[in-house]
C-alpha cells in the first residue's frame, strides 16, 4: 500500500538540466519543490575523479552513467507491419541516470536553433509553395518566435559556460561567427577554445570555398569561469573524455554543478533518488493532475506525492512514456492520424561523413574536447541555400570536431582494411595518428509513421507496458545526407589526402551502433490542442497542471544538437509559471 | 603452416622469449608458452605473469586462446592477443557482471528479429560465448576433424573468416552474432586500460601512440599541431 506524503507546489519527475533548471528557479521563488530521480545521487569528487573517470570500458563501453535496459527500455520496428523488439542493450542512443542526467555525460553543443527552425512550415510554404512539403511530413512553426525565446537562449550558455563567437550581434554581422545565425543580443560568455590541428586545415579549406566557418558553440569552458548564479566551472584540459563521461574539472556546463546545488541550497527544495515514478496520477475528471506515484527503488516502497504541478523532466523518451502511462492526452494512432501523444519522433541522421587519412600529418585525436569543432552552416541556417537542388527539406551542418581519441572506440582504417589480423593491426599502428573526420548533422523531418505508442507485449520491471518505437530515415533524409556528403566529401578533397572514406549512403535506421542521444518529439509543442500535446509553454493542452519539458516538445529536429533550446525552453517554462501559471493557475494562453 | 602447440591448460604461464614458469598442462601433449609463434615474434617486453581462468572450461580456454591469437597476431607490433592479456580480459567478462547479463533486458518472448533490432537471445553474453564456441568447434570437427584450437592458424583464420562473412550457419545462435560478439569483447582486452588484464603493459597503447589516462593537453592543443607527442603512456594501473 503506497504512502501518501503531505502536498506540495511542484513535483519535478527527473533532475537533469530541465529539471534542475525548474528546481532551482522555482524554489528560489519561494515554491515548494520536490524533485524525483529515479538513479542516484553524485558529485564531481569523488564520483569523477581520476584516474578511474578515465575508465573507457566501464563508462564508453559498458554505460555506466546510464538508464539500465534490464529495467526499463523500449520496442523497436522500422514500419507498422514488422514485429516490435525490445532494444535489450544500450546502443544507438544512451539517456542518463542519476543526478545530472545526460547533462552529466553529455559532449556540451549547444545551438540555438535557426529561425527556419522556430518557424518551420511558414518558412518552407513561403520560400517554396505548399507543394514542397510531402503529404506524410507533419511539420509544423514552434508557437514561440526565436525572438521571444532569445533571451532564454541567452540564460542559459551564461549558466552553462558557452565558449563560442557570436555571428551577428543585434543585427551586425561578427566577422568569425556564424554568419547565418539569428541576432543575439550579446556574445557567448567565454572565447572559444583552440582549435585542433584538424579544425585549423577544416577552418582554412572552407573558408577558401567561399563557405562560412565558425567555431561550434559548446560548453567546454574556455577558460574558469563563475556563471551569473556564482557557480564555478574549471577550464578545459582538452583531455577527451566528455561524451559519457562526467568532467573531472567541472569544465563541462552540467546541472550538478550549477543549477541543482542552487535549488538543494533552498530551504523549499527536497530533492528523493531512487524514487522512480511511474505515474502522474489524475483526478475523476483527468482534467488535473492530483500528484505522481512513485517508487523508492533502493527498498520498494510506494509512494504517492500529491502536488498542485507536476513537471514532466525526464528524459525526452521517458516524458513521452510517462504521459502514455498516465493517459494524459490522446495516444496517436498513425493509422487514423489521430491523436496526439506519441506524434513526431524525430532523430538525428548521419552517414554523410568523410575519414581522411594522410602520411604527413599528426592529428593527436586523444586533445580533444567533447565539443570543440569548426562548422558550417552554409548547408542549413543559410535561408538563401536553395533546398530545391537538394530536393529535400532541411539541411546538415559539416563539421570537424575532435571528441575523442579512446581506442576502443576510435580506431580509424582506410576502407576496405580487414577487421581484424595482422593487416588490420598494421592499419591501426600506422593510421591512428593520422586520420581526421569531417563530420555531417542532418535535421530529421517527422513523417507519420514515426512515432512511439505503447507496447501490446514488453513489460517494465514494473509491469508497465514498454513504449514502442516505430521510426525508418526515409526519402527526405537520404537526399539531405546525399546533397551534404557530397559536398563534405569536396571539402575533404581539397585538402588532398593520402587517402579518404565516405561519404556513405543512409540506409535504414539500426537501433545497435551508437548514433547520438538526440531523441525528440513526441510531446510536441504547438499553437492549439488539434496539433500538439503541449502548448506554448509546454503545458499539457488536456491536463494544464503538466508541464512536459525537454526535447519532447520539438516538432522536428534540427541539424543541431538539442540542447541549447532544451535549456532555453526549461527558462522559459520556469519563467511562465513563476510570473503567470502561479498567479493564475489554468491553461495559460 | 604446422600445427599450433596445444593450450589445455588451466594455468599458463604468459610468457615471452626466454620467460621461466610453470605450464600446468592438463592431460595432453605440449604446452609450452616458449614456443609458441605470438611470444617468438613479438618484442620482448611483457613480463611473465601466471593466469589462470574462472569462467572458461580448459578446452573453452584453449579455443579463445587460439581465436585472440589469430584476430591480434603477434608481430613486431605487440605480442600475441593472449600474450597480451586478451583471453584472460575476456574471462573476467564474461564471469562479471555483463558475462551475467546486467544491463540487458532479459524478458521474453524472444524473437530472431532483423539485425537492426540488436541483440535479441535469451542467452546471457556469457552463455551465448559459451554457445558460440561451443558450435565453432562442432563446426571444426566436422569438417577438418579437429577443434579449432588444433588446426593450423591459416585453418584457423580461414574458419574466423567464414563466421565472419556468414558462411558458416550454427543451429540455434547467429555464427555472425557469435564472432562479432568475440571481435568486440577481444578488441576491448586489447585497448581497455590494462586494470581489466588485458592490454598488458600497455602494449595496444604504444603501439598507436595513444597517452593513457593523464591528459592534460591545455597548451599540446596547440604546440602538438602537426606533431607528434611520445610519452610513456600512464594507466588507471599506474596512478592507482
Known amino acids: ?589 | 603452416m604446422s600445427e599450433q602447440p596445444n593450450r589445455r591448460d588451466f594455468l599458463k604461464t604468459v610468457g615471452t622469449v626466454g620467460a621461466t614458469g610453470i605450464a600446468a598442462a592438463v592431460g595432453v601433449e605440449s604446452a609450452d608458452a616458449q614456443t609458441r609463434p605470438a611470444a617468438a615474434a613479438g618484442p620482448s617486453t611483457l613480463t611473465a605473469v601466471s593466469h589462470a581462468f574462472t569462467f572458461f572450461t580448459a578446452p573453452e580456454a584453449a579455443f579463445i586462446e587460439a581465436a585472440a591469437d589469430r584476430l591480434i597476431p603477434a608481430d613486431d607490433l605487440t605480442p600475441g592477443g593472449t600474450d597480451c592479456g586478451v583471453a584472460v580480459f575476456i574471462d573476467r567478462q564474461l564471469a562479471g557482471a555483463w558475462g551475467s547479463g546486467d544491463r540487458t533486458y532479459m524478458q521474453g518472448p524472444w524473437q530472431k528479429g532483423v539485425p537492426t533490432q540488436g541483440y535479441q537471445s535469451p542467452l546471457t553474453p556469457a552463455e551465448f560465448f559459451r554457445a558460440g564456441i561451443a558450435a565453432s568447434n562442432a563446426y571444426c570437427r566436422k569438417t577438418l576433424q579437429k577443434d579449432f584450437d588444433r588446426l593450423t592458424a591459416d585453418q584457423q583464420i580461414k574458419v574466423l573468416q567464414d563466421l565472419e562473412q556468414g558462411r558458416i550457419a550454427f543451429d540455434g545462435i547467429s555464427a555472425q552474432e557469435f564472432f562479432n560478439l568475440l571481435l568486440a569483447t577481444a578488441m576491448q582486452g586489447f585497448f581497455a586500460d590494462p586494470v581489466y588484464g588485458g592490454n598488458r603493459e600497455k602494449v595496444a597503447w604504444k603501439m598507436i601512440g595513444f597517452p593513457g589516462v593523464v591528459a592534460i593537453y591545455s597548451e599540446h592543443i596547440k604546440t602538438y599541431r602537426n606533431k607528434k607527442y611520445d610519452v610513456e603512456p600512464k594507466s588507471i594501473l599506474d596512478l592507482s
Not at chain 1, 144 to 166: H, N, Q
Not at chain 1, 514 to 529: D, E, L, V
Open chain 1, 1 to 589: 500500500m503506497a504512502t501518501r506524503l503531505r502536498e506540495v507546489d511542484v513535483v519535478i519527475v527527473g533532475l537533469g538540466w530541465t529539471g534542475g533548471i525548474l528546481a532551482k528557479e522555482l524554489s528560489e521563488a519561494g515554491m515548494r519543490v520536490v524533485a524525483l530521480e529515479r538513479g542516484g545521487m553524485r558529485s564531481t569528487n569523488p564520483d569523477f575523479a581520476i584516474p578511474l573517470i578515465r575508465d573507457e570500458l566501464k563508462y564508453a563501453v559498458r554505460n555506466a552513467l546510464m538508464q539500465n535496459p534490464a529495467r526499463d527500455t523500449l520496442t523497436f520496428r522500422h514500419s507498422p507491419s514488422e514485429p516490435s523488439l525490445p532494444m535489450r542493450q544500450l546502443g544507438s542512443f544512451l539517456p542518463g541516470e542519476g543526478l545530472g542526467g545526460a547533462g552529466v555525460h553529455w559532449n556540451g553543443v549547444t545551438w540555438r536553433w535557426t529561425g527556419i527552425d522556430h518557424a518551420a512550415r511558414s518558412y518552407y510554404e513561403q520560400r517554396h509553395g505548399k507543394s514542397f512539403i510531402p503529404a506524410d511530413m507533419p511539420i509544423q512553426d514552434w508557437p514561440m518566435t526565436y525572438a521571444e525565446l532569445e533571451p532564454y537562449y541567452d540564460k542559459f550558455e551564461r549558466t552553462a559556460g558557452v565558449s563560442g563567437k557570436a555571428g551577428n550581434i543585434r543585427g551586425t554581422k561578427q566577422p568569425g561567427g556564424n554568419f547565418f545565425e539569428q541576432s543575439r543580443d550579446r556574445d557567448y560568455p567565454l572565447p572559444a577554445l583552440e582549435p585542433s590541428y584538424s579544425q585549423v586545415l577544416f577552418n582554412d579549406a572552407t573558408a577558401h570555398m567561399g563557405y562560412h566557418p565558425f567555431p561550434r558553440p559548446c560548453a567546454n569552458a574556455s577558460r574558469a569561469y563563475t556563471n551569473p548564479d556564482g557557480s564555478r566551472l574549471g577550464a578545459c584540459v582538452y583531455c577527451g573524455h566528455c561524451e559519457r563521461f562526467g568532467c573531472e574539472a567541472n569544465a563541462k556546463g552540467s546541472p550538478h554543478i550549477t543549477v541543482i546545488p542552487k535549488a538543494m541550497a533552498q530551504p523549499t527544495f527536497e530533492l528523493r533518488t531512487h524514487s522512480w515514478v511511474t505515474k502522474v496520477m489524475l483526478d475523476s475528471t483527468k482534467k488535473k493532475a492530483i500528484g505522481v506515484a512513485y517508487t523508492d527503488v533502493s527498498n520498494g516502497q510506494e509512494y504517492e506525492q500529491p502536488a498542485a504541478i507536476v513537471a514532466l523532466c525526464a528524459y525526452a523518451i521517458n516524458n513521452v512514456h510517462l504521459m502514455l502511462l498516465s493517459s494524459i492526452g490522446t495516444p496517436y494512432d498513425a493509422t487514423t492520424q489521430k491523436g496526439i501523444v506519441g506524434k513526431n519522433y524525430c532523430y538525428q541522421p548521419g552517414g554523410g561523413g568523410v575519414t581522411l587519412f594522410f602520411e604527413d600529418k599528426i592529428f593527436n585525436p586523444f586533445m580533444a574536447t567533447g565539443a570543440f569543432g569548426i562548422a558550417i552552416d552554409d548547408f542549413h541556417a543559410n535561408d538563401q541555400f536553395d533546398r530545391a537542388a537538394m530536393g529535400a527539406l532541411g539541411g546538415a551542418t559539416i563539421n570537424v570536431g575532435q571528441s575523442n581519441g579512446r581506442p576502443i572506440g576510435y580506431r580509424p582504417v582506410p576502407a576496405g582494411t580487414p577487421r581484424w589480423g595482422a593487416e588490420w593491426k598494421k592499419a591501426t599502428a600506422k593510421w591512428y595518428l593520422r586520420a581526421m573526420n569531417i563530420g555531417v548533422t542532418a535535421s530529421n523531418m517527422p513523417n507519420r509513421y514515426n512515432a512511439y505508442d505503447l507496447d501490446p507485449t514488453y513489460k517494465n520491471v514494473f509491469g508497465q507496458p514498454l513504449l514502442r518505437l516505430t521510426y525508418n530515415f526515409l526519402e527526405n533524409d537520404k537526399k539531405v545526407i546525399a546533397y551534404v556528403g557530397q559536398k563534405a566529401s569536396e571539402i575533404a578533397r581539397s585538402l588532398n589526402p593520402t587517402s579518404m572514406t565516405g561519404p556513405g549512403t543512409l540506409g535504414d535506421y539500426n537501433i545497435v551502433p551508437y548514433q547520438s542521444t538526440h531523441n525528440t518529439g513526441g510531446a510536441i509543442m504547438g499553437s492549439s490542442p488539434g496539433n500538439s500535446a503541449v502548448n506554448k509553454y509546454l503545458q499539457s493542452w488536456d491536463v494544464p497542471n503538466v508541464f512536459v519539458v525537454g526535447a519532447s516538445a520539438f516538432p522536428h529536429n534540427s541539424a543541431y544538437n538539442p540542447t541549447g533550446p532544451v535549456g532555453a525552453l526549461a527558462y522559459w517554462t520556469a519563467d511562465a509559471i513563476k510570473k503567470r501559471y502561479r498567479q493564475r493557475p489554468g491553461l495559460m494562453t
